[in-house]
């Protein structure tokens, strides 16, 4: 029983990862792809410029969403690249003996 427990309590950390990396970084950057599209199209089909206010805070916004996404990725391969970088190089990450 002692095991199924500690199973299952392992379970629900590797679907948490499994919706934030395999579902939430994929959406960040859609966000990002449309806060960088905010755009020059009005409602009804007619060109119409938006404010610059706005478009300063939308491509803001863009610029966080894709930094967001680029530390993740660059976190992901340091974190796979641990042992390496600490037998090689000399370079302790993520707690790496």
């Known amino acids: ?3 199924l427990l500690t199973d299952l309590r392992e379970l629900w950390r590797v679907t948490l990862a ?3 990396f395999g579902a939430g970084l994929p959406a960040i950057f859609a ?3 449309r806060f960088q599209s ?3 199209v009005g409602v009804s089909g007619t060109s119409e410029v938006t404010p610059l ?3 300063r805070a939308a491509v803001a916004m863009a610029a966080l969403c ?3 996404v680029l530390a993740v990725v660059v976190a992901g391969v340091l974190f796979v690249a641990k042992a390496f970088l600490a037998s090689r190089l000399g370079i302790h990450l993520f707690g790496q003996e």
């Open 31 to 33: 966000v990002g792809i």
């Open 53 to 55: 206010s706005r478009r």
């Open 38 to 40: 905010v755009a020059r």
């Open 66 to 68: 894709y930094a967001v």
């Open 18 to 20: 499994a919706l934030i």
């Open 1 to 3: 029983m002692h095991t």
